[in-house]
């Protein structure tokens, strides 16, 4: 009788693929973050341009404009492309968040099927030392039953 397969690296294991997991949500976020910030930036780069459409009409009314009210109007463009570049700076950031989560993801992935492989080595080396065992053990049966009977 061979005891059954243990493998002495299973704690290990369970952590590696606890980590790896962590490492899939995190890079979910990472990419819902993403997404959000270009959808942030695509309303941006709208109200910059909305904001440019305003002042052009402004600029080609017969009416003229007081100084404050056409400093008022640049004013409102400069703030709403600041906030276009600042939204750009933002995915930036997120891309690089992206890609960072992708080579935690990649590394956690990599470790964690490595004790996969390494414990599925030892179940088959396993099995096969217990298959010899076994053989080894009818073989025995297989002689003693042979000399008793021919005794």
């Known amino acids: 009788m061979t005891p059954s397969f243990r493998f ?16 899939q949500r995190q890079l979910a976020d990472a990419l819902t973050r993403r997404s959000s910030s270009v959808s942030e930036l695509r309303s941006a780069e709208d109200r910059v341009e909305h904001a440019r459409a305003e002042q ?16 008022a109007r640049q004013a409102f463009l400069e703030r709403t ?15 690089a968040e992206v890609a960072a989560r992708d080579a935690e993801l990649a590394t956690a992935a990599t470790e964690h099927e490595m004790l996969n492989r390494l414990r599925e080595r030892r179940r088959s080396e396993h099995e096969r030392e217990a298959a010899r065992h076994e053989s080894s053990v009818l073989d025995e049966i297989a002689v003693t039953r042979f000399t008793r009977s021919r005794a």
């Open 81 to 95: 492309e600041a906030q276009r570049t600042m939204r750009e700076r933002e995915l930036g950031q997120r891309e």
């Open 8 to 23: 002495r690296l299973e704690r290990v294991r369970a952590v590696r693929e606890r980590k790896e997991k962590l490492a």
């Open 56 to 71: 052009r009409s402004a600029a080609s009314q017969p009416q003229a404009l007081s100084g404050n009210e056409l400093l």
